[in-house]
């Protein structure tokens, strides 16, 4: 019975990662960026749904909207202001702004919010599901949580597959300069990327902090990384990989945990990436890149 | 259409004679770009005609894929203007050009590779789907409708090409003469009044050869649009171009009808190199 708890809870987890990985493919696999600073995101998000419920006073559902929108625009300005004016500068450029924007938000939310943990309160409703007896429980957030991953990705892949701007994007994805040449607004198609990638930013940092209650600045930044991580594992670019990178890495984690050292399971985190990467460098699901010679 | 007789317009340039008294749908003066201290192109100044195949030809290096380059404004001209259907195109974003009316195919094959053919065509119609994302998201109705409209003119651009039972495979998969064809379809797509090919024969056996030379006068006569080519295949230029440009180390040498670039002096002496003391052939 705890391996099947262990079990659910990684894959709660997992699917947090995974939210956050999607985030991380998509601009990548469109503006050929790593933007560092998603993981931020997810604690501005955090913050602003924990303003809205405990000063504003809004239900959940109005607290995660706020959350979302004050993200969405937060991830088309920092592309406007940081990336936009660096698109045609090296990547190394690129990568080292992402990480200072990191820095300023998580400093931006150190004066506005301080250091002291603030402790958040879960946006859901009802109560913990029991089984055999109470012997295996399932909390409220892990099904929430589980349900929103698969109506995201359900969602994304419907988009990309099906309407002008999703097609726009996987044109963009694949050759930019052959995209603009068939009338695609590039630009629009990155801010576009980017206010997607913040909004379901804001949505991880929501059940992130209701499944784990504690909310500083840099809450976000290891789960950041983490889901950097399962985005490289599954094959950066790629949605179904970083879904498949983020449940994966949430089981590994939380089986290290239960089982071999709680201390050392991120370093199990790091060091399955490490291995995964020497085995396949695209990644599970990324695509194999044939150099013409 | 059959061959027209090409007349002076003023500008010093030549149409087809059915296009004198329109507007010409690409028109450029004085149009260059350096490069450091290169002038890669320079004085480069043509005028196509509403309904006219023209052709862009001279030796390897010469800068014809970059009068493309910089027609599409994928290079900012140095020097010069381009009007497009009597509209100067400076300051237009690449994207924009191609809403303003010109389409290209590349020398390498630059589809989607990892998209289905019906998609690559429909990323194509993209600027004429009156799609936005509110009203994808929101107007589900209206949606369906716009996406079956596409659907359908994409399927009619593929079936233009014989190409409508290849629809659903990826384009990467694809033979490359279907690629070479699928690239034009894409072109189309986006409903311009010129299209620009770069090398469409390069790769390409006698028959392919033929069949696509069918295909350009067809794209012309059917969607009524001027078609301009960048070929080394001199028996295709000659056979379907009405006006032909040469370019010889980023400057026009030479321009006019088949028959008058073929007893043209100075291109011959670009292609062949000078007769007397010259030794040194042409690249082609």
């Known amino acids: 019975m705890t391996f099947i708890s262990?079990?659910?809870?990684?894959?709660?987890?997992?699917?947090?990662?995974?939210?956050?990985?999607?985030?991380?493919?998509?601009?990548?696999?469109?503006?050929?960026?790593?933007?560092?600073?998603?993981?931020?995101?997810?604690?501005?998000?955090?913050?602003?749904?924990?303003?809205?419920?405990?000063?504003?006073?809004?239900?959940?559902?109005a607290a995660i909207l706020l959350a979302m929108a004050v993200?969405?625009?937060?991830?088309?300005?920092?592309?406007?202001?940081?990336?936009?004016?660096?698109?045609?500068?090296?990547?190394?450029?690129?990568?080292?702004?992402?990480?200072?924007?990191?820095?300023?938000?998580?400093?931006?939310?150190?004066?506005?919010?301080g250091s002291a943990p603030k402790s958040f309160n879960s946006v859901v409703g009802f109560d913990s599901i029991s089984l055999f007896d109470g012997r295996l429980i399932i909390t409220s957030e892990t099904v929430v949580t589980v349900i929103a991953c698969i109506v995201i990705m359900l969602g994304l892949t419907l988009f990309t597959k099906k309407t002008k701007i999703g097609k726009g994007m996987r044109a963009v994805s694949e050759d930019k300069d052959a995209a603009?040449?068939?009338?695609?607004?590039?630009?629009?198609?990155?801010?576009?990327?980017?206010?997607?990638?913040?909004?379901l930013a804001a949505i991880a940092g929501?059940?992130?902090?209701?499944?784990?209650?504690?909310?500083?600045?840099?809450?976000?930044?290891?789960?950041?990384?983490?889901?950097?991580?399962?985005?490289?594992?599954g094959g950066i670019g790629s949605i179904p990989g970083a879904m498949l990178g983020g449940i994966l890495l949430g089981l590994i984690e939380i089986f290290s945990k239960a089982y071999i050292s709680t201390a050392l399971s991120d370093a199990i985190v790091f060091a399955v990436l490490i291995v995964v990467l020497l085995v396949r460098p695209t990644g599970i699901l990324g695509k194999k890149i044939a150099e013409k010679v | 259409m059959s061959k027209d007789k090409m007349v002076p317009v003023p500008s010093n340039a030549i149409v087809p004679e059915r296009d004198i008294n329109k507007i010409p749908i690409l028109e450029t003066h004085h149009l260059g770009?350096?490069?450091?201290?290169?002038?890669?192109?320079?004085?480069?100044?043509?005028?196509?005609?509403?309904?006219?195949?023209?052709?862009?030809?001279?030796?390897?290096?010469?800068?014809?894929?970059?009068?493309?380059?910089?027609?599409?404004?994928?290079?900012q001209p140095t020097r010069g203007t381009i009007l497009l259907d009597g509209k100067s195109t400076a300051k237009k974003s690449t994207a924009q050009i191609n809403k303003m009316g010109i389409a290209r195919t590349f020398q390498n094959i630059r589809l989607f590779s990892n998209m289905s053919v019906i998609d690559n065509v429909r990323v194509g119609l993209h600027n004429s789907t009156n799609q936005s994302l509110a009203a994808s998201l929101t107007r589900l109705f209206g949606y369906k409708t716009s996406e079956r409209k596409s659907l359908e003119e994409a399927m009619e651009l593929l079936s233009f090409f014989h190409m409508d039972d290849m629809a659903n495979r990826q384009a990467g998969s694809l033979p490359y003469g279907a690629q070479r064809r699928l690239e034009i379809a894409r072109a189309l797509a986006t409903r311009p009044g010129i299209i620009l090919l770069d090398e469409p024969a390069a790769g390409m056996n006698p028959s392919?050869?033929?069949?696509?030379?069918?295909?350009?006068r067809r794209i012309r006569d059917n969607f009524n649009i001027a078609v301009?080519?960048?070929?080394h295949d001199m028996n295709l230029v000659m056979n379907i171009c009405e006006g032909i440009c040469v370019l010889d180390?980023?400057?026009?040498?030479?321009?006019?009808?088949?028959?008058?670039?073929?007893?043209?002096?100075?291109?011959?002496?670009?292609?062949?190199?000078k007769k007397k003391g010259g030794v040194e052939g042409g690249e082609e």
């Open chain 1, 6 to 61: 262990n079990l659910i809870n990684g894959i709660s987890l997992g699917s947090v990662y995974a939210i956050i990985a999607l985030g991380y493919t998509m601009v990548y696999g469109i503006a050929k960026m790593l933007n560092f600073a998603h993981g931020d995101v997810i604690m501005v998000g955090a913050y602003m749904a924990f303003c809205a419920m405990s000063y504003l006073s809004l239900p959940p559902i």
């Open chain 1, 71 to 113: 993200c969405t625009v937060l991830g088309i300005v920092i592309e406007a202001l940081a990336y936009k004016p660096l698109r045609k500068a090296s990547s190394l450029a690129v990568l080292i702004t992402a990480i200072g924007v990191s820095y300023l938000l998580q400093n931006i939310a150190l004066l506005i919010w």
């Open chain 1, 180 to 199: 603009e040449l068939m009338g695609i607004n590039v630009n629009v198609t990155i801010s576009v990327t980017f206010a997607i990638g913040s909004a």
């Open chain 1, 206 to 233: 929501v059940l992130l902090c209701s499944a784990y209650p504690t909310l500083m600045p840099t809450t976000g930044s290891m789960p950041g990384i983490k889901a950097f991580t399962a985005a490289v594992f």
């Open chain 2, 33 to 75: 770009i350096d490069f450091g201290g290169l002038k890669a192109v320079d004085e480069f100044s043509i005028t196509v005609g509403r309904t006219e195949i023209s052709g862009l030809i001279g030796p390897n290096g010469a800068g014809k894929t970059t009068v493309f380059n910089l027609l599409t404004n994928v290079y």
């Open chain 2, 208 to 216: 392919e050869t033929a069949e696509l030379m069918e295909n350009i």
């Open chain 2, 228 to 231: 301009m080519l960048i070929e």
């Open chain 2, 249 to 273: 180390h980023g400057k026009v040498i030479a321009k006019g009808s088949p028959d008058e670039i073929r007893s043209n002096p100075k291109v011959i002496e670009a292609y062949l190199g």
